[in-house]
Nanobody
Framework: QVQLVESGGGLVQPGGSLRLSCAAS????????MGWFRQAPGSQREPVAL???????KYAESAKDRFTIASDNAKNTVSLQMNSLKAEDTAVYYC?????????WGQGVQVIVSS
């Protein structure tokens, strides 16, 4: 069973930056979507940034102009560069890959934006 392993979370002050990374433990065929979701306390999990096939990345409105997603399908990795972080970005961030009809999730990485 292929697993997604995330890294890069932590505590950062408002206005700071973090880079999240996600790598698969093995090869994955038939990837159609790679991306990141997040879930804040008391809220539902929501998409932050997605790459669908060869299309341009799609961002949640709250992430536009601050976050940048990048992927390497050959290496089965996806990253999320987060700049100008705000307190409302505090959440657990999850890596997501859809391969065929099989959704894969990372274990989640905590991001806390606080002074």
């Amino acid at each position: 069973q292929v697993q997604l392993v995330e890294s890069g979370g932590g505590l950062v002050q408002p206005g700071g930056s973090l880079r999240l990374s996600c790598a698969a433990s093995g090869s994955i065929d038939g990837i159609s979507i790679m991306g990141w979701f997040r879930q804040a306390p008391g809220s539902q999990r929501e998409p932050v940034a997605l790459i669908v096939g060869s299309e341009s990345p799609k961002y949640a409105e709250s992430a536009k102009d601050r976050f940048t997603i990048a992927s390497d399908n050959a290496k089965n990795t996806v990253s999320l560069q987060m700049n100008s972080l705000k307190a409302e970005d505090t959440a657990v961030y999850y890596c997501y890959i859809l391969a065929g009809a099989r959704p894969l999730w990372g274990q989640g990485v905590q991001v806390i934006v606080s002074s």
